[in-house]
């Protein structure tokens, strides 16, 4: 009744049987349509105290407003005192009560007490707006010095923006305020807090945020503010200086000079690192491409190969690989350094992979067989149900329903600790870390992202865990991949025979052994398909402005697909309506799966005879699913 008038989406909203003054910011019209019904079912419920829950709520439906008459918060120590009963507050009473359980910050963001992604917080600081404020001053006094200052400081904590300077200037607290946060860091260093404790406490981060946004001037004259700065500028512990410089409080040049010494011994300092993962840990220090010399890279590389010569090969040999590429690759970002030796760098890390290392990895790595059984009955269902709808088939292996999807959905949040893994793929050209989606040149997967999002909110209150859409594409993507195999079950000689009663070209006849030609044929078949198909649809399979001149330009399959979808997807609103054509994509062409075209043309993947088999297996299917539309649209 709640959200429909007010537009929320809460799950459950006790508050109204706790806090007055409610009608003030709730519209309570379907409530008080149905009084009456929940009165009586508030009979039947055996609880202490629920006359004064029933008087709490008939307070809010007949707007008997409640004003602020008592000292609720000690002027010097912020505590409640005198708690009242928690079921019969003023909303306000109990903003300001439930605020001052705020739990702590995550990196930018103002975390409450409790906190449930997308669905519940406690308390509801995300709801906070002026007009709150507003209401909020008003009830306790526009002068209340000790209410105004946790109003003030949550919200402007919570509305700040980074780099929006004229933004957060409108959202400033009072002076009274920015000198109470002043005076509480005066005594904590008083006091002799420790360093570490103050420089993470609310006031430090405030003011800071004061600094960052060029506002300072509004407590340069406060009379705590020489003694801030002192303190600030007289550690002696390096890491708390560092840690004050990054909240970018203004620190002596004589100690800048010791940040740089320091940070510049750090960053160039080799000595200390005595095994694989201290050096990974090293070359992953942001700064370091920006310091590094060639002498300084050839230690570097000297170490790399040191560990590779004397070392026992394990699985983390990869790791090692992956991030000394990485740093290799940012070091073309450093114009002081020798390109040629990085190129050559490069080349000879990956073909030590190719040659030696990968082979010893797979070596060291615990194999696990899974056995899977199906009856020659189901082994004959799946490829009766190929020959009678190809995209039919396709969702055996990549269910793209709202059914299947949620049920993946379910089954990741049953087990989040696997979103919050780097996967590494051990490749044979190089290893991979597959913990992210490219979504620069993939539409699809923004499609994807987007259908998520979608269904994360329809279905709110079914996850715990509340995965972002992002983490769970990674693992959708990756439970579609172990369906792969299902194409094994048809029968490669049959498809193959039906693809080529289907074609207006000449194709090799079906070999003993699948071979590199066999498979590399198809390729432009099934491209020709596609961009015929497009012209059934009214895409145009030209390249923009490319049509007339001298050398016709034609858009690649993977960006007509994509036009495809996404008129499929703006249309329907769901991916099962593009089955068909978002396997094809995934399957043939896509990076972020098998990229069968892609990887099998360049020679990335896909050669050897395993491999070649599945490739073959895959442009035969991708072929059929596109005839599969063909016979639809000339049958509708």
Request: one cysteine or more; a positive charge.
């Amino acid at each position: 009744m709640l959200n429909k008038d007010n537009n929320t989406k809460f799950d459950y909203f006790w508050e109204i049987f706790t806090d007055r003054n409610l009608f003030q910011i709730y519209n309570l019209a379907s409530v008080i349509d149905r009084q009456e019904e929940i009165l009586t079912f508030l009979k039947t419920i055996n609880l202490n105290n629920i006359e004064n829950i029933k008087n709490v709520l008939l307070a809010n439906i007949n707007k008997k407003k409640v004003n602020y008459h008592n000292s609720l918060i000690d002027d010097a120590t912020f505590q409640i005192k005198n708690m009242p009963p928690f079921y019969d507050l003023p909303w306000q009473e109990h903003v300001i009560i439930n605020s001052l359980c705020i739990n702590s910050y995550d990196k930018k963001d103002i975390l409450p007490f409790i906190w449930v992604p997308t669905s519940y917080d406690y308390p509801k600081i995300k709801n906070w707006n002026i007009e709150l404020i507003n209401k909020l001053k008003t009830y306790f006094g526009e002068n209340n010095k000790f209410t105004n200052f946790i109003i003030e400081t949550i919200y402007y904590l919570k509305e700040r923006k980074q780099g929006n300077t004229q933004n957060n200037k409108k959202l400033i607290p009072s002076s009274t305020t920015l000198h109470i946060h002043l005076k509480l860091l005066n005594d904590a260093i008083k006091a002799k807090t420790s360093a570490r404790k103050i420089i993470r406490s609310t006031s430090m981060r405030l003011i800071s945020y004061l600094f960052k946004d060029r506002i300072v001037k509004t407590i340069k004259s406060d009379d705590y503010f020489g003694n801030f700065l002192r303190w600030i500028n007289i550690q002696t512990d390096i890491s708390i200086e560092q840690a004050i410089a990054s909240m970018q409080l203004p620190i002596s040049a004589d100690n800048q000079l010791w940040i740089f010494k320091s940070e510049k011994r750090r960053l160039t300092n080799l000595n200390t690192v005595n095994n694989i993962r201290e050096f990974c840990m090293y070359l992953n220090q942001k700064e370091l491409v920006k310091v590094v010399t060639q002498d300084h890279l050839q230690n570097i590389k000297n170490r790399f190969w040191y560990f590779v010569s004397n070392s026992s090969v394990s699985s983390f040999f990869a790791t090692l690989f992956i991030d000394y590429a990485v740093f290799l690759n940012n070091c073309f970002n450093n114009k002081k350094l020798n390109r040629k030796f990085l190129n050559l760098e490069i080349i000879q890390v990956q073909h030590i992979w190719e040659t030696k290392i990968y082979k010893s990895v797979i070596n060291t790595m615990s194999e696990k067989e899974i056995e899977v059984n199906f009856s020659e009955k189901e082994t004959k269902a799946f490829r009766e149900l190929y020959k009678s709808d190809p995209i039919a088939f396709s969702h055996q292996i990549i269910p793209l329903d709202e059914k299947n999807i949620i049920k993946c959905m379910e089954k990741f949040d049953k087990a989040p600790l696997l979103s919050e893994f780097s996967h590494i793929e051990v490749d044979p050209l190089f290893p991979r870390i597959k913990n992210a989606i490219n979504i620069n040149h993939h539409k699809v997967e923004k499609i994807a992202l987007d259908y998520l999002d979608k269904l994360n909110e329809k279905y709110n209150g079914l996850f715990i865990n509340n995965l972002t859409s992002s983490k769970i594409l990674i693992r959708l993507l990756n439970f579609y991949l172990q369906n792969m195999p299902y194409i094994y079950f048809l029968d490669e000689q049959d498809m193959y025979k039906t693809v080529c009663k289907n074609q207006n070209y000449t194709l090799s006849t079906y070999p003993s052994n699948i071979n590199v030609g066999l498979v590399s044929q198809l390729f432009p078949v099934l491209e020709g398909k596609i961009r015929l198909l497009a012209s059934k649809l009214g895409i145009s399979p030209f390249k923009n402005n490319s049509f007339g001149d001298a050398d016709i330009k034609y858009n690649d399959p993977s960006t007509l697909l994509i036009k495809i979808i996404t008129i499929i997807y703006e249309d329907k609103k769901d991916l099962l309506s593009a089955q068909g054509f978002i396997f094809v994509y995934l399957v043939m062409y896509d990076s972020n799966f098998t990229n069968i075209r892609n990887d099998f043309i360049h020679g990335r993947k896909y050669i050897n005879k395993n491999d070649l088999d599945f490739a073959f297996r895959s442009t035969l299917l991708s072929i059929s699913i596109i005839d599969e539309y063909f016979h639809r649209i000339n049958n509708a």
